[in-house]
């Protein structure tokens, strides 16, 4: 169970720092009309996490994702193309990064927000859990919980840790809502602001990180 964990603990930080999905959560959070769509919208996240990690274990299973306690070449397979589209992705955003910094309004679509129903505001989790990074990174946590062979028990464990990291970025703007609400709504749109800006720079540096460590994995234990 402990190596199960151990494998998902990146991805699921990678899926956590997901600024515009958290951008997304603030606008709704501080809207006029009340916080109930934001509340949809941050469980949905975790829903669509968990179904999407565990479809994938499922499939990864089946085609013998572990052999004999170690990585079948199919997994390692998985893990050098999610490195190299991870870096292609990168090198994406990393261009893109002067005209994130220089956003002050956001875009169009977070303006939109103000006036979304709470279905509108679940779907849009899903949307952003199937965006590129998070997708592939919520492939890569169920190939690895599924290449360490580990009990089924071990494997609901692993997914679920998963899933609750996927969702801590989530939480840090809820629990300002929540706890501090005289003082919290200044302290989101800051935090709005501020990520809106870092966007392209915070997305960048994560898929850089889990890029080395796909393709890390994969290169020791294909010449081990």
Same mark, same amino acid.
């Given at each position: ?20 999905? *958290? ?18 919208? !941050?469980?949905?996240?975790p829903l669509s996490l968990a179904l999407v990690a565990t479809l994938v274990l499922l499939l990864a299973d089946g ?6 306690? %170690?990585? !079948? %070449? ?77 009990? !089924? ?11 609750v990291l996927g969702t801590a970025g989530l939480a840090i703007p809820l629990a300002v809502h929540v706890l501090m ?28 990180? *889990? ?8 290169? *020791?234990?294909? %010449? %081990?």
């Open positions: 169970m402990g190596e199960a964990i151990g494998e998902v603990l990146a991805f699921g930080v990678g899926v956590a720092l997901s600024p515009l999905a *958290i951008v997304a959560l603030v606008v709704m959070l501080v809207a006029p009309g009340g916080a109930r769509p934001a509340w949809a919208f !941050a469980g949905a996240w085609s013998d994702a572990s052999a004999s306690g %170690t990585p !079948a %070449t199919c997994v390692n397979v998985v893990k050098i193309v999610g490195g190299l589209l991870l870096v292609l992705f990168a090198a994406y955003e990393w261009r893109e990064r002067a005209s994130s910094e220089a956003e002050t309004e956001g875009p169009g679509w977070m303006r939109k927000l103000d006036r979304v129903k709470l279905a509108g505001a679940a779907g849009l989790a899903v949307l952003f859990v199937v965006k590129p990074k998070n997708l592939l990174l919520t492939i890569g946590a169920g190939v690895a919980v599924a290449q360490v062979g580990a009990s !089924a028990a071990g494997q609901a464990s692993a997914i679920g840790v998963f899933v609400p005289d003082r919290g709504e200044g302290l989101l749109i800051d935090l709005r602001d501020w990520m809106v800006r870092q966007n392209a720079t915070i997305v960048a540096v994560m898929s850089l990180v *889990i890029a080395a460590k796909l393709l890390g994995d994969a290169i *020791i234990s294909l %010449t %081990t």
